[in-house]
């Protein structure tokens, strides 16, 4: 079965400390992995995806992720944190299975303390 | 959020009403989705489009009635039956295959 594991609920960091977001899956084929943000009472923001090419992807706002094909991870990291990136953050990956279905994790609360 | 309208912001639905959340996107994407969010859940899928005149169930469809009879919109019709209807609802829109969503901005239903 296809799947996406974010096994921290919570992660707390240290504003100017670098960040690192967890974030497995469990596909079938090739993986197309993205990263969204959300703040309270808001739609996601995609951040950024991994489809093919580099391992290491950079995004929007600073962040990046680091596709890991052997410990099939892409965990999302940004090299110093701020306060505005308190969030939640999604990991997700298209199902493959004729059409274009995203699975998303239970989603990982960053917060950044001053 | 931008592309993507979603309205009401917050909804309030008495026990027995149907409702209806509105979707509506001028990004010319073919495929539309709508998705339940619950603390703690993650988000779900209910249902999806891939073209005008069609859709398909997602993983928790019961109790959830969609349209798709233009491109631009994709309402959602939460009715009596989904007994637990109190949510935030988020629709996306994709231009194709392999591609990430674009979100709508929300709406927050309540059951009073």
């Known amino acids: 079965a296809q799947s996406v594991a974010q096994p921290e609920d919570q992660v707390n960091v240290a504003e100017g400390n670098p960040l690192t977001v967890k974030c497995t899956y469990s596909v079938s084929g090739n993986p197309y992995l993205f990263w969204y943000v959300q703040y309270p009472n808001r739609g996601l923001r995609f951040l950024l995806k991994y489809i093919t090419g580099d391992n290491l992807v950079k995004g929007s706002y600073g962040f990046e992720a680091e596709f890991n094909k052997s410990q099939t991870s892409f965990h999302l990291k940004k090299p110093s944190a701020l306060v505005s990136d308190s969030a939640l953050y999604f990991c997700?990956?298209?199902?493959?299975?004729?059409?274009?279905?995203?699975?998303f994790g239970a989603g990982t609360r960053l917060a950044v303390h001053p | 959020d931008g592309g993507i309208t979603q309205s009401p912001k917050y909804l309030f639905r008495k026990e027995g009403q149907n409702v209806t959340l509105s979707c509506e996107q001028n990004l010319n994407h073919d495929a539309m989705y709508w998705y339940r969010q619950d603390p703690g859940q993650g988000l779900r899928l209910i249902y999806y489009s891939q073209i005008v005149n069609d859709f398909q169930k997602g993983d928790i469809a019961e109790g959830y009635s969609v349209s798709r009879e233009k491109k631009e919109s994709f309402p959602l019709t939460v009715t009596s039956a989904q007994k637990n209807p109190t949510a935030f609802y988020l629709c996306a829109t994709a231009p194709g295959t392999n591609y990430g969503y674009t979100f709508g901005s929300g709406t927050r239903l309540t059951v009073v």
């Open positions: 997700a990956v298209i199902f493959s299975g004729g059409y274009n279905k995203l699975i």
